[in-house]
């Protein structure tokens, strides 16, 4: 299990870095099967939670884990229950989402829905 892991989470931190290069900060890369994220975004976290359920992914802010103040666009992904080609997808749409809305797919397939 260890080995299949460690793909997803190679998988997940090479989509981050080829989908948001500078737009994104890992945080925390090896924390079990979660890798905190920081996005670049004048987003508020809000504003991206609601962008992704539109498109059938599920995200999780890192804000109710503080007990004072934090960075906005800090969220947490899990990679645990994914296939590397999912976590591929999901990160290159929430970049599409974020940075290109121009160019978004009318609807997105919810295949996981239990996402980050």
């Not at 920081?38 to 109710?64: C, K, N, W, Y």
């Not at 590397?84 to 121009?102: K, N, P, T, V, W």
């Amino acid at each position: 299990m260890r080995s299949l892991y460690d793909k997803r989470r190679q998988a997940l931190v090479k989509a981050l870095n080829v989908h948001f290069g500078e737009k994104a900060t890992i945080l925390g890369e090896k924390a079990g099967i979660h890798v905190m994220v920081r996005l670049h975004t004048d987003f508020s976290d809000e504003e991206i939670i609601q962008r992704a359920v539109l498109h059938g992914i599920s995200m999780m802010s890192a804000a109710p884990h503080y007990l004072g103040p934090h960075s906005q666009g800090e969220f947490i992904f899990g990679y645990g229950e994914l296939t590397e080609q999912q976590l591929m997808d999901s990160i290159s749409m929430i970049a599409q989402m974020l940075f290109d809305s121009q160019n978004l797919p009318q609807k997105y397939t919810n295949f996981h829905e239990n996402f980050f």
